[in-house]
């Protein structure tokens, strides 16, 4: 990508609608909008205008447009840059990008508007992946968390980490580079304490990778059981609405009934399964067969019980299988117990009156955050690349301290600690392969 080159693509999505988008970033954005525009004024920065879209070599009018000039720095991009507003059609906005290509614009690559913020300084690269992930958001508090991290509150979190680490690197440059100057080489003891209290922020970091990748991902939850123990009434309770077949016949459920729901703001893909027994036919044996897969896959179990009725040694069994598995145990039917009657394991609900499905909802929360859960506005870790940075910035440090405790020249110690803030930087995008970049922003969609 060359950053001196005019881009333009459509920055609106797919599709037809009311309005549609087409943006053009660049040192030429404004010379090469300005024959296809017909204002009643000149561009100003930061005013919209509104005026018509016209053939360049004939002046025939196309469509109305509202255009808007950001002037240099004050952009997206940082770039000078021209969007134009027209009517949603498909076939306008195609010939909107023509034009500009005709003119000498290139056509954007996916992210490529992102990547110059950030390659512009305007961004760092956690804030470019936060606008990935805006975009990408399933609900509204993953918006709400992403909105977060593109104010910076990653980068905010991990900048004071980083300066008791680069406090550190400089005294001991210091004691390294002027020892004939009577400057102290610092003392081990002091080394180790403020090594690891910079570990110590790293590792509560990383913990709170558990929680944001839940955020960021989503995860699956099978709802699992014995025949006509109520899964599938509980999975319509969970979906609010008659997704799946109900019916007083055991085994009713035959294959996999999927829907993703919100659940405290994250979405939970739920999976109602066929119900797990001794199959009496070929298509039971294959509906069973894809409820152990989907049991296998699940990121959480729900197993259902029947409180109405006295334990089974089916149940028995799966309950053993769960007991390494992240599973909450629903005790259903209980408007068909006496108070006090049934079964004393697990969340005590009955799908048919919906009692015991708010606890339930809550008890899936708390696995889904932990006891303790996460605040977004502290920012948190949300992608496997977060993660797996702090994680060697975390194992440089460990080196480093033992390196102190063996009595290791200063020298060999400063490389470690420049290794752990190296993955400091990259994590913000101070110093990082383009490849890296690349992948990144080549997951963006074209036009943001």
Known sequence: MHLDDTIVAIATAPGRGGIGVVRLAGADARRIAGPMLKLGREMEAGRALFGEL???????????????????????????????????????????????????????EPGEFTMRAFLNGRIDLTQAEAV????????????????QQLGGALAKRIAPIKQKLVELIALMEAGVDFAEDDVPVLAS????????????????????FTYGKVVNEGLTLAIVGRPNVGKSSLFNQLVERDRAIVTATPGTTRDLVSETVAIGGIPVRLVDTAGIRKALDEAETIGIRKSLEALADADMVLMVLD????????????????????????RNKIDLCDAGSFRSQGIAASAKTGAGIPALREEIMRHLTGDQGAQPEAGF????RHASLVSQAMVALDAAMDSTRAQVPHEMILLDLYSALRQLDELTGATTADD????????????K
């Not at 990935?132 to 909105?147: G, K, Y």
């Not at 003891?189 to 913990?207: G, M, N, S, W």
């Not at 409180?307 to 629903?330: G, N, T, W, Y």
């Not at 870790?381 to 496997?384: D, I, K, M, S």
Request: with cysteine; glycine share 4%; aromatic share 4%.
């Open 54 to 108: 016209i053939e360049p070599a004939t002046g025939e009018r196309i469509d109305e447009a509202v255009v808007t000039f950001f002037q240099k720095p004050h952009s997206y991009t940082s770039d000078d840059v021209v969007e134009i507003s027209a009517h949603g059609s498909p076939v306008v906005l195609r010939h909107i990008v023509e034009l500009a290509a005709e003119r000498g614009a290139r056509l954007a």
């Open 132 to 147: 990935r992930d805006l975009i990408e958001s399933q609900t509204l508090f993953q918006a709400r968390v992403a909105a």
């Open 189 to 208: 003891d002091i080394i180790l304490a403020h090594a690891a209290e910079v570990r110590e922020q790293l590792a509560e970091l990383h913990r709170s």
């Open 307 to 330: 409180a109405s009725q006295p334990a089974h040694p089916e149940d028995e069994e799966l309950l053993q299988q769960l007991e390494q598995r992240k599973a909450i145990v629903v």
């Open 381 to 384: 870790l949300t992608n496997v």
């Open 436 to 447: 890296i970049l690349n992948l990144i922003f080549g997951s963006f969609c074209i036009g």
